[in-house]
């Protein structure tokens, strides 16, 4: 129970590539992000990243009408179903083949998936209980090219295809007498969007190239015939299909009660008309070269608006069929890769894979709902703030980001480094963000102004790798790869105070001591130097350690030091005595994958890792540990033994995932993984070198790299956070409901509880209820001691129970709206339990820390609503003044106001006498 972190959430990362979804009600966005799926709550402003997980980067997924049921699919054509309401798997498939679109039907009855040039369409899942949940209705064929995207006629009898070919194709999901399939050109380019207009059979198609044709249909959606041949059975069905294809002279009408009645062309009865499409027009976006190619398009059939997305960043607004542009705009420097519109057609989603960004735009007030953009290459470094509230990044991209762990989106970026940022920390006020870069600086953020208020250099430029600020805030050090020197500034003044020479290799970590003025310093020389900040900055210790230093971290009560050294081992030390007091041999828990280019198995190749992030838990009895690995390792400091491991992604789209190469993937040649086709990845837009007229060879594929860059607890311990190169994965402790009992009898049942709330005996109820462990049961009990009793059974509580209904108390005070109550809880314990709970600060530490976080969300948001209560109540006593003092100074207008009134009310009352009369 204590090590049991599920993955929570996905932070960092908001789009990768595939195609962006709205939810039903058009409140939600569904955005696939490397092989996970993520939803963006817009009205909640709130983020979550689905439990599930597909082996491959995801590139496409499809969503069913009434969004309860999500397909899944892969760059290899695997595809989950996925439930939307439990978050749970559903079912297994695999396409065998990488697929382009996957698309439902509007009744929701079935599916069309495209892969290569072969349309399929299934059977979707139902609500029966159903052996096979993909069962394969009819295969489509037609285009000579690979498909690239899907439309339905809104009554579900027809869909459309487009192809890589630059050919359109209308298929029949029933079988129609007559429209069987029907071909359409007029392209130059690759399809990139083809659509029905409401109600009809009429059709707009999209190329790469910037062209729109729009196709009139001389048939309605009502004039097609169903051919009735499911009754039948399948020879028979067959042979009738060929006579069909051989009788040319014969037309096809449908009888009473859906049976198909044969007769020749000069037969009285009603014939029926082939489906025909004819040309009507065609139309150009503004181009400025092969740079603004078309990329991705969606059209809202109630408003008649088509969306469409450039290479160039660039989006377009259009209104059919009359192709009048409402509005133009550049929202990025970037391909935009998805474009979607909700169900109302208010706001549009748009995904540029280049970047990583996510935006929500609102096309008529012409406004931003939401804006979202990752780190554009890989995150270096994370710290979460004293309350665990915020979680701070720094990336390659030279941007330092802060999140809300509680939302899951970033807040504020700071873009004034040039350079990588190596890594970030918090002050211990919260309020301060203080980050290193490559470029040479230090620099310090405020988050309540969002500015940088003070840049530290050095007297010689240098490249700063590791970072630490003191406990109080005033000191500021960073250590040099370059010159192997540490130097240390006043926060206050901005000024250098010291430099610490003595190293002779790259500082690579710093860490103060929580409770002293000592620095700790870890560097490739193999040694750990604690230096005094008190007494004149000299060395104190020097610890010899076997092999490079890699990561230095102190316990949080400061006793104890923990290294990681390049062999894979973790050294723990006492830092008053200089004396190693254990170590663990963490080599054989990484367990490395190995890379496509290594010519090496992975069990030798983990000899040369390490584990390069270090992090004490909360209560200073496990360390958290990870590195140039898929595994985090969480090891018991006392016991010097693995506690648990975490895989942290199964993505086989990353190198370095599997232990062993494929044979199927072996050539006389190599591998295939290393075979380079010159094609591009895809995403990028294709300018070629000067001088090249046909295939441009600069354009390469790389796998990049699974590994743990940084990783750090939460200040309560119900979660810890890595930076991958997935992005920022959270996990945190299961908030579910896990039956966890302790000291159980027989009598401790939820009636015998009910029945000591009855004679009130709230004390022997609060222990039954804490013993039987039930969240729900221990929060009606609590709720049910009156206020003024708060005091008395906190004065009689046993000790046992005291930490446990603390902890409690701390986590119902976030989510209840009854705060007096649980912060008497909270007050009563910690005055009349203080002193005992403070011999034990160690392991009530997370306690206290998860205590102050739900207070201090509380604190912000009401004293926000008391700011805007006091500023309205100032003004509406300044209106009132103001035209008490209008009053005064107008005594002959009141009067002349008061004669009104009376001249007024005379008639009304000679009106009701002649009445009366």
């Known amino acids: 129970m204590k090590f049991n972190y599920r993955f929570s959430n996905l932070l960092g990362a908001v ?15 569904i955005s696939p992000v490397g092989n996970r799926v993520s939803v963006f709550d817009l009205k909640n402003n709130t983020s979550e990243t689905l439990p599930v997980s597909t082996t491959k980067n995801i590139t496409c997924v499809g969503l069913s009408p009434d969004g309860n049921l999500a397909i899944v699919v892969d760059e290899d054509g695997a595809a989950l179903l996925v439930s939307l309401i439990t978050r749970a798997i559903l079912h297994h498939f695999h396409f065998h083949k990488p697929v382009n679109s996957v698309r439902f039907s509007p009744d929701g009855r079935k599916f069309v998936a495209t892969k290569d040039n072969v349309a399929l369409m299934y059977h979707a899942p139902g609500k029966k209980r159903e052996f096979n949940a993909f069962v394969l209705d009819k295969s489509y064929y037609g285009p000579y090219d690979e498909t690239t995207c899907i439309d339905w006629t809104d009554d579900s009898k027809c869909f459309v295809v487009g192809s890589k070919d630059m050919s359109t194709w209308v298929f029949g999901a029933e079988r129609w007498t007559n429209l069987i399939y029907y071909s359409l050109g007029g392209h130059k380019d690759v399809i990139v969007g083809c659509f029905f207009e409401k109600d009809s059979l009429d059709l707009y198609t999209v190329s790469q190239d910037g062209a729109l044709c729009v196709w009139e249909s001389d048939t309605e959606l009502d004039g097609l015939v169903l051919k009735s041949t499911e009754d039948k059975p399948k020879a028979q069905r067959l042979d009738e299909e060929e006579d069909d294809e051989e009788e040319e002279g014969e037309e096809r009408v449908e009888g009473e009660e859906g049976e198909v009645v044969r007769g020749k062309a000069g037969d009285p009865k009603e014939k029926t008309k082939n489906v025909r499409y004819k040309h009507k027009g065609k139309y ?10 078309l990329t991705a398009a969606a059209f809202h059939k109630d408003t008649h608006v088509l969306v469409t997305g450039f290479a160039s960043g660039i989006f377009h607004l259009h209104e059919l069929p009359e192709f009048n542009l409402i509005h133009s705009l550049s929202i990025s420097d970037q391909r ?17 894979s280049g970047l990583g960004q996510l935006l929500v735009w609102e096309w008529q007030s012409e406004s931003y709902v939401f804006k979202q953009q990752g780190h554009f290459n890989n995150m270096a470094s994370l710290a979460y703030s004293p309350d665990g509230q915020y979680i701070v990044t720094g990336g390659d991209d030279g941007k330092v980001k802060v999140w809300n762990t509680n939302s899951g989106l970033c807040f504020v970026t700071f873009t004034e480094h040039s350079s990588s940022v190596t890594n970030v920390t918090f002050t ?42 003191d406990v109080s805030g005033e000191l500021v050090s960073a250590g040099a790869q370059d010159s192997f020197e540490i130097f240390l500034w006043s926060m206050q003044t901005g000024r250098l105070l010291e430099v610490l020479g003595g190293h002779e290799g790259p500082v690579s970590c710093l860490c103060f001591s929580p409770v002293q003025s000592i620095l700790a310093s870890a560097s490739w020389d193999r040694t750990v130097r604690l230096w005094d900040m008190m007494d004149s900055w000299q060395a104190k210790e ?18 104890e030091l923990a290294v990681a050294t390049l062999n894979g081992e973790i050294s723990f030390w006492n830092p008053h005595t200089a004396t190693q007091t254990g170590s663990v041999a963490g080599r054989h828990d990484l367990q490395m994958g190995r890379k496509d280019t290594d010519k090496i198995t992975a069990k030798h190749s983990a000899k040369s890792k390490s584990f390069t992030s270090l992090c004490y838990s909360a209560d200073g ?67 070629s070198l000067p001088g090249t007229r046909r295939g441009d060879m600069s354009s390469r594929h790389f796998k990049p790299e699974i590994r743990v860059s940084s990783l750090r607890f939460s200040p309560t311990g119900r979660s810890w956070a890595a930076t991958t190169t997935e992005g920022l994965l959270v996990y945190s402790l299961d908030g579910s409901l896990i039956f966890d009992p302790y000291d159980l009898d027989l009598d401790v049942t939820p009636a015998s509880i009910r029945k000591q709330l009855q004679h009130q005996q709230w004390v022997a109820a609060i222990v039954l209820a804490f013993r039987l462990n039930e969240g729900p049961l221990k929060q009606e009990v609590l709720e049910s001691v009156p206020h003024e009793q708060i005091p008395v059974v906190c004065g009689s509580l046993p000790e046992v129970y005291v930490e446990k209904l603390l902890g409690f108390v701390a986590v119902c005070l976030e989510k209840s709206g009854h705060l007096q109550f649980y912060l008497a809880w909270a007050q009563s314990l910690l005055m009349l339990h203080g002193q005992k709970l403070k011999n034990r600060s160690g392991a009530i530490l997370p306690t206290l820390q998860a205590l102050q976080k739900s207070i201090q969300r509380h604190y912000d948001s009401l ?10 109540i100032r003004y509406a006593a300044a209106l009132s003044k103001q035209r008490g003092v209008k009053r005064e100074a107008d005594p002959q207008e009141e009067e002349e106001e008061e004669e009104m009134k009376s001249d007024a009310s005379e008639p009304s009352s000679l009106c009701s006498i002649n009445s009366a009369d």
């Open 542 to 559: 020097t610890l010899p350690i076997t092999s490079d230093g890699l990561s230095v971290a102190y316990r949080p009560d400061g006793q």
């Open 863 to 872: 004293s926000r609503l008391c700011d805007f209560n006091m500023y309205n």
């Open 621 to 687: 009895e496990s360390v958290l540990a990870g590195g140039q690995s898929k595994f985090v390792c969480i090891y018991n400091v006392k016991e010097q033994m693995l506690m648990k491991k975490f895989e942290i992604s199964c993505n086989l789209s990353f190198d370095a995932m599997e232990e062993f190469l494929d044979r199927r993937k072996m050539t006389e040649f190599g591998s295939l993984a290393l075979v380079d086709e010159g094609a591009g990845d895809g995403d990028g837009v294709n300018i």
């Open 284 to 293: 150009f976006f503004n181009k400025e070269g092969d740079f603004n190619k």
């Open 15 to 29: 789009y990768r590539q595939g195609n962006l979804n709205f939810s039903k009600d058009g409140n939600a966005v």
């Open 336 to 352: 935009i890769a998805s474009v979607v519109i909700n169900s109302s057609g208010d706001w549009i989603g748009f995904g540029c």
């Open 428 to 469: 211990s006020s919260g309020f301060v963000i203080v980050s290193t870069s490559l470029d040479g600086t230090v620099r310090a953020f405020d988050l309540h102004r969002y500015r940088n208020f003070r840049t530290f250099t050095s007297p010689r430029p240098a490249q700063f790798s590791s970072l630490a600020v």
